[in-house]
């Protein structure tokens, strides 16, 4: 059975940051291509980052592209996600996600990851 637990969240205003960690567990962390997603209230889910297993190759959704950055330390069996000059419009409901590695890159489609965290919220105020 795969645990996957999302803490960091929280209320900060405009152009602040926050960093948000994921902890895998239940497998060998660093065979996880381990994603960040999130949701707001009435919109669809949104592929934030992702960071492949060896190798750490990270993607990026184009509305976070230069404040987002994701890391992981493997012997930590920890993923981050620090988010920096955060605006009104990144609040959301933020999940982490993992899947056993099996691409060049994480897939930015939810539905490809069968492991999911509850959700950390992130409320960014102006």
Same mark, same amino acid.
């Given at each position: 059975q795969v645990q996957v637990v999302e803490s960091g969240g929280g209320s900060v205003q405009a !152009? &602040? *940051?926050l960093r948000l960690s994921c902890t895998a567990s239940g497998h060998t962390f *660093?065979?996880?291509?381990m994603g960040w997603f999130r949701q707001a209230p009435g919109k669809e889910r949104e592929f934030v980052a992702g960071i492949t297993s060896i190798g750490g190759v990270t993607n990026y959704g184009d509305s976070v592209k230069g404040r987002?950055? @994701?890391s992981r330390d493997n012997a930590k069996n920890t993923v981050y996600l620090q988010m920096d000059s955060l605006k009104p419009e990144d609040t959301a409901l933020y999940y982490c996600a993992a899947r056993v590695s099996g691409g060049v890159g994480a897939p930015r489609l939810g @539905?490809?990851?069968?492991?999911? &965290? %509850? !959700?950390? %919220? /992130?409320? /960014?105020s102006s």
């Open positions: !152009g &602040g *940051s *660093s065979t996880y291509t987002f950055t @994701i @539905i490809l990851y069968p492991y999911w &965290g %509850q !959700g950390t %919220q /992130v409320t /960014v």
